[in-house]
């Protein structure tokens, strides 16, 4: 069975810092794109940023830029999503997805699969 597991999510102050993991099983994901979206309690799913087959291309939402970083360790079957100086606004579910492309796109309708999300909440 193909799953994506993300962990590291919890309750943290403004200004701090988490690291997410999104773990792949069942399947290899060496091949794909992998992003990561979030979605606030009564918002619409968001990209917040993606990365590239082998690494060598990262994008992010203009929210993550130059707080949030993503990496990927291929051997693993892992991507990683680091956050710093966290803002109550970035309160959200967060969800890892694999892409359909080798590139990373904006766009959920190229994330073919899912992780179930985890919880990360800012505090003030």
């Known amino acids: 069975q193909v799953q994506l597991v993300e962990s590291g999510g919890g309750l943290v102050q403004a200004g701090g810092s988490l690291r997410l993991s999104c773990a792949a099983s069942?399947?290899?994901?060496?091949?794909?794109?992998m992003g990561w979206f979030r979605q606030a309690p009564g918002k619409e799913r968001e990209f917040v940023g993606g990365?590239?087959?082998?690494?060598?291309?990262?994008i992010y939402a203009d929210s993550a830029k130059g707080r949030f970083t993503i990496s990927r360790d291929n051997a693993k079957n892992t991507v990683y999503l680091e956050m710093n100086s966290l803002k109550p606004e970035d309160t959200a579910v967060y969800y890892c997805?694999?892409?359909?492309?080798?590139?990373?796109?904006?766009?959920?309708?190229?994330?073919?699969?899912w992780g179930q999300g985890t919880q990360v909440t800012v505090s003030s």
């Open positions: 990365i590239s087959y082998i690494g060598d291309t990262r």
């Open positions: 997805a694999a892409s359909n492309t080798r590139y990373p796109v904006i766009g959920p309708e190229e994330y073919g699969i």
């Open positions: 069942g399947h290899t994901f060496a091949s794909n794109a």
